[in-house]
């Protein structure tokens, strides 16, 4: 943290450090950087988000507009010239928010590797937004953002997360630059708990997905008790999908996609796409039974074969929002 501030106070940069309850053994080090930083202090831990929320508001109260934040982290991840590429990239767009992005090369840790591989995936999967390095926390942005950023829950490390779901849910536009990736002794340092901070992330995320799973539990108890009163196949299958599919529509426009598409044109959309997913599901229910399957198993794997359709041009064709892009970053002299 030390080194990194000198280096940072080269290139006459305004610096805050959040000190989050790190304990009377580290006063020293933020003694030491006193004199080239503002250090606002938190007498217990309250978590990443929090401090990240300390900074901005200290930010918004004590500096006139226009300026350019970056947060960084304190544990050696991040190079100077990183930093000053991501905040060069800020400048020019002032609505977008930066994410200085690792490529995950060389020596990485398997546990790091590995869960953002898994992030990505299922970041992707539930917001409809592809972005490579979801768990960076090297990120740029004008005052323009700062409001908005205070607004977003999360205290913990969740609260990275939530901004990008935040963000894309909004189709706020959302960049990477390219930034070397750089593990110190294995990672050793970092604080984030694999099991709990995991839990906190992907609790977001599946409750952004939750809509998909409510429709389809609607859609399959509904078609389990109109069979059970001695409904049709078709007409019992038919009569679940009008149901859970008005459903469905609702919560992905107002909750999950927070579409503002014009409602004739995606009511327009989402019910040719309700009919041909019907008209799929029908079929193969009726294929399973020929085979010899129950009614209920045929009907849970028809569901499981067009889900991903479904969801695919939702997200992309009916609800779609602007895409990430990639960019590759140059070093800047000064930010």
Partial sequence: MVKLVKELKCFNLEIIIVNDGSGSWYDVLFEDVEKMATVLRHEKNRGKGAAIKTGLSYISEHYTAPYIVATADADGQHKTGDILNVMQAASGDRDCLFLGSRHFSGKVPLRSRLGNSITRFVFR???????????????????????????????????????????AAERRPIREIWIETIYLDNNVSS?????????????????????????????????????????NLVFSNITARIVSATLNYLLNRKLVFKSDAPVMRSTMQYAALAAAVL?????????????????????????????????????????????????????????
């Fill in 279 to 335: 008209a799929g599901n029908t079929l193969l229910v009726h294929w399973f039974t020929l085979l010899g399957w129950s009614h209920y198993l045929a009907k849970i794997a028809a569901e499981i074969f067009l889900f991903a359709f479904s969801w695919t041009m939702q997200r992309c064709v009916i609800f779609r929002r602007n895409s990430t892009v990639w960019e590759t970053g140059e070093i800047y002299g000064k930010a």
């Fill in 125 to 167: 999967a539930a917001s409809g937004t592809a972005i490579y390095d979801t768990q960076t926390g090297l990120r740029a942005f004008s005052d323009v953002l700062v409001s908005r950023l205070l607004e977003i829950s999360g205290e913990r490390y969740e609260y990275e997360m939530n901004v990008l779901m935040s963000f």
């Fill in 191 to 231: 604080h984030f708990d694999a099991v709990r901070d995991s839990l906190r992330i992907y609790k977001e995320i599946l409750a952004f997905s939750a809509a998909s799973l409510l429709s389809f539990f609607t859609d399959y108890s509904l078609f389990c008790l109109l069979m059970a009163e001695g409904g």
